[in-house]
């Protein structure tokens, strides 16, 4: 029997369609949907793996509980009764701030998972929520917070219509772009050009992107916000005013030129790297494009002044006036979004870490004093560990103590498809479904995309697995104390019935003094997330309003557009995201301004001339579990120290052989790559090596262990966000 499906793929940010062959049951081959809306056949190696992921043996299938040092196989009521009375001993002697919960990145690739976790957090009642946006993208969530009103309010450029193009630390052609989904983002640039465009790319490596760009420019590590703000410095001479569609829209853009006047491109030219007159010019080309992005990512969010970078990348857009135009950086408007959103002014600290008293930002502490909480002797101090989706003994600071802490803990459990480096530590661990039988929609990343669509895909393989959803809520249900025996479906057919009725009672709700018990009727009887799905759809901008608009939205009629809906390029509506209590742009926020003083002090000191460690992304290397697939792993090896031959003939290394890398935090020793594509005095270590530990069941990810690059990250953090300081480490190199 041979079928077809159509499904995105759920590996990273860009969501391309995949088109899936089907042979009696298994995956013949997967090939890029040359039909769908957005990627139109364009596919990356990492989206071709699903089948493999789906048959690999190393995958767990059953839970497993740890026993002796070792793990066992174990029946799902065997694994629940564990957790809950183990969970009940800790938090009945200890409080419910003993236990912890860390959220890898691939939660946000999976609905049901967005829509069981808040349920499960509040259900846990413990302050010490951690995940993956403290070690990748939280200063944009507060920058944006502190400009919009809202940290999911972050404007992505306008890539098929910009003419320029300003990117800093963000390597697309490789990554596929990131808070920005673009898929075939690469296809897109060249088109840019195509058009009589141009893009700048500004990074200390010359990456697959930099070569391709009009101009690459080798900033030094952590520089960005430097730069950025001597652009802003550098236009505001020629530019006083702000554009019409702006200028009622904007409080504080009189104090920027006062704010901005430490920041000259001379004054920065030594502390960036980047000479006075290239800044000049990049301000120049920038202000005078007909239409302009300012465009920031990762390598400008993991270093000491992140926030301030990311504020300044928007800071940008809007004096140049290409915020909230075609060709800019403009606001998404994913279809499971109302019309309305309600105006809550963002804030920060609700709560503080015990120990370092860093302060709560959308929710969570940042994932770099999760150590300290767990070593930290005293009342809340962390005894029990949660993680769902990720692997931060490899993926956040200082990952020796960090392993140290896990072995402390009195009892850990982990929701994972594989033992690795973080779940070897697991007391029990809880498998959920391989990709190919779960449904998928983007919740999370709709809301970064460079156009307004909607996919949805059915999973391609049925399964009589627990699927993630459920393992969630009967988590929840462990935690809320009404035991491990708990109907899954009870649970949530309470929480969907208490949303309908929330909103019905909205007096902007569309359905408003609609009958709760039609609209959980009309739902039908789908699994669970996919009823919480289409009712968010059939309530959203788009949706059909549960009859009241005919033609519109509902999960049905994705259902019958298997390769999406597009909705159309993106479209002004500032007025609509706003959401700070003045309802204008804040464009001089406090917490911003007050650390400047941090950044002009840096400026003034200059660097100290040692050599500064930068991490890198791979093309065939999404997140480290990834890294268990031989056709992506196999070849020459990539986890390499990156060095420039001048740095090379001072070290004294030799390409191919090991050298010693050191930082305050500790050593790695690992090959040496000499190569003329990075800045000198710059190294670099891709981030999300370093398996084959003892416990551990990744065989191919054990083959090409690589190191962990982690070991040499201190803490450090940038301190208005809590974000880790991954990019910008001092270290000594020399040969091994």
């Given at each position: ?41 364009f596919i990356c190696p990492k989206g071709s ?92 969530h507060v920058s944006a917070g502190l400009m ?183 606001f998404p408007y994913p279809s499971h979004i ?399």
């Open positions: 029997m041979e079928r077809t499906a159509f499904r995105t793929c759920p590996l990273c940010e860009a969501s391309c369609g995949l088109e899936i062959e089907i042979v009696d049951q298994r995956v013949k081959r997967i090939r890029g949907d040359r039909s769908h809306v957005m990627s139109a056949g793996t699903l089948k493999q992921l789906y048959e690999d043996p190393d995958r767990l299938r059953t839970p497993v509980i740890k026993e002796d040092g070792h793990h066992r196989p174990a029946s799902w009521e065997e694994a629940y009764a564990l957790i809950a009375d183990r969970w009940g001993q800790i938090t009945d002697q200890y409080g419910r701030d003993a236990a912890a919960v860390y959220l890898g990145n691939p939660n946000a690739h999976q609905f049901e998972n967005s829509l069981a976790l808040r349920p499960l957090i509040k259900a846990m009642a413990t302050k010490n929520v951690f995940s993956a946006s403290s070690v990748d993208q939280l200063p944009k919009f009103g809202h940290p999911l309010s972050i404007p992505v450029p306008d890539l098929d219509r910009t003419d320029y193009l300003l990117m800093l630390g963000a390597n697309p052609y490789e990554s596929n772009g990131s808070l920005c989904t673009a898929p075939d983002f690469p296809g897109r640039l060249e088109r840019l050009q195509e058009r009589g465009g141009k893009f700048v790319v500004v990074d200390p490596r010359r990456t697959k992107t930099a070569a391709k760009a009009d101009r690459w420019i080798a900033i030094n590590p952590g520089a960005d916000a430097a730069f950025l703000l001597a652009i802003a410095n550098a236009i505001l001479e020629e530019r006083p005013a702000l554009a019409d569609h702006l200028r009622h829209r904007v409080d504080g853009f009189d104090a920027l030129p006062d704010l901005v006047a430490p920041f000259t491109p001379e004054a920065t030219a030594a502390f960036t790297g980047v000479d006075a007159a290239v800044t000049r010019a990049v301000a120049k080309e920038l202000a005078k494009a007909e239409r302009a992005a300012v465009y920031g990512r990762i390598g400008t969010h993991t270093v000491a002044f992140g926030t301030t970078a990311s504020w300044a990348v928007d800071v940008l857009n809007v004096i140049t006036g290409n915020l909230d135009r075609a060709g800019g950086a403009m109302g019309s309305q959103r309600a105006r809550r002014p963002f804030v920060m600290g609700r709560w503080h870490g015990r120990v370092s008293g860093r302060p709560e930002i959308i929710g969570e502490l940042p994932v770099a004093s999760l150590i300290e909480e767990m070593v930290t002797p005293g009342e809340g101090q962390v005894r029990m560990l949660l993680t769902l989706a990720g692997n931060p003994a490899l993926t956040t600071p200082n990952s020796a103590a960090f392993e140290e802490a896990l072995e402390g803990l009195d009892f850990m459990v982990s929701v994972d498809v594989y033992l690795n480096e973080t779940s070897r530590h697991a007391d029990v661990v809880l498998p959920p479904p391989s990709a190919l039988e779960r449904s998928h929609y983007d919740l999370a990343f709709t809301g970064f995309s460079v156009r307004d669509y909607a996919d949805y895909s059915p999973p391609v393989f049925e399964t009589e697995a627990a699927s993630e959803f459920e393992i969630l809520v009967r988590l929840a249900a462990i935690f809320s104390g009404f035991g491990p025996e708990a109907d899954p479906d009870l649970l949530a057919a309470g929480a969907l019935t208490s949303a309908i009725q929330a909103e019905v009672q909205r007096g902007d709700s569309p359905i408003s003094g609609r009958d709760p018990t039609e609209i959980l009727e009309a739902l039908g009887d789908r699994p669970w997330p996919e009823r919480n799905l289409d009712f968010l759809l059939r309530i959203g901008n788009r949706g059909d309003h549960f009859g009241a608009v005919p033609d519109g939205l509902t999960l049905q009629k994705l259902e019958g557009n298997p390769h999406g809906i597009d909705f159309g390029p993106l479209l002004p509506r500032l007025d609509q995201v706003l959401a700070t209590a003045s309802g204008r742009i804040e464009l001089t926020p406090e917490a911003i301004i007050s650390d400047l003083p941090r950044l002009a002090q840096a400026v003034a000191q200059g660097r100290n001339g040692g050599a500064m460690l930068v991490g890198r992304r791979q093309l065939r290397s999404a997140n480290s579990w990834t890294h268990n697939v031989e056709v992506l792993m196999k070849g020459r090896e990539r986890c390499t120290l990156e060095v420039h031959p001048d740095d090379a003939e001072r070290w004294g290394l030799v390409h191919g052989e090991k050298a010693l890398v050191a930082s305050a935090a500790g050593k790695v020793e690992v090959p040496v790559e000499i190569t003329a594509d990075i800045r000198p005095g710059v190294v670099s270590i891709p981030y999300g090596w370093g398996h084959g530990r003892l416990g551990s069941a990744m065989k191919v990810a054990a083959a090409y262990a690589g190191v962990n690059v982690n070991f040499l990250s201190d803490g450090s953090i940038d301190p208005i966000s809590g974000n880790a300081v991954l990019n910008g480490i001092p270290v000594t190199v020399g040969p091994a």
